[in-house]
């Protein structure tokens, strides 16, 4: 009898495991349509603006729904543009992204909430400088659930990721916003 039942549970367990797999579907962030932006208040010119590229990413989608399972980036800190060459080139240095040595950042989702039919609150952890701490996004959604179209914003505390050590930490905010606009392939 043991035998038997055990032989259903492992059946139906198995069955599930196959129509999950079949109910959802794995999609690429399309990295040329994909954007990653910040801004960080700044005593000598108010704001500095910038992008770090995000080079490739996976959302886990329900059949025919835009509200992800599960999302992960990685963002390329070597590629940051600001505008300004000098500042690129100071951002990328080990005072602050040391890109050099921690050349990718990375973002795992931990937690998705639905708040509404086109929004969603998002957890997870986001990787920059060798420090891992998490990160809240607010998220909308546009589109279609076959081409759906990703707005998230959130805030970070540059300090919590280890960057305070520069002589200009003073005249430079704690905290950076961050938005992202996020197509599928």
Known sequence: ?????AGFLTFG??????????????RAIDAVASTARFSVTHVWVEHVDGTVPIVSGTVELPAG?????????????????????????AL?????FDAKQFGV????????????????GMD????????????????????????????AAGTVD?????MSTTRLDPVIGNPVAITLDIALQ
Do not use: N
């Not at 009898?1 to 039942?5: I, S």
């Not at 367990?13 to 794995?26: F, G, H, N």
């Not at 990328?92 to 602050?96: F, I, S, V």
């Not at 920059?128 to 279609?144: A, F, K, P, R």
């Open 1 to 5: 009898m043991r035998t038997l039942v």
């Open 13 to 26: 367990l198995a069955c599930a495991a196959a129509a999950y797999a079949q109910t959802t579907e794995s």
């Open 65 to 89: 729904s835009a509200l992800p399972i599960s999302v992960s980036a990685k963002l390329d800190p070597a590629r940051i543009h600001t505008g300004d060459d000098d500042r690129d080139a």
């Open 92 to 96: 990328r240095g080990p005072d602050w």
């Open 105 to 120: 950042w990375t973002y795992a989702s931990t937690k998705i909430v639905a708040a509404g039919p086109s929004r969603f």
């Open 124 to 151: 997870g952890t986001l990787t920059i400088h060798g420090v891992t701490q998490t990160v809240h996004l607010d998220v909308t959604v546009s589109g279609t659930p076959a081409k759906p179209v990703y707005h």
């Open 158 to 162: 540059r300090k919590a990721f280890g």
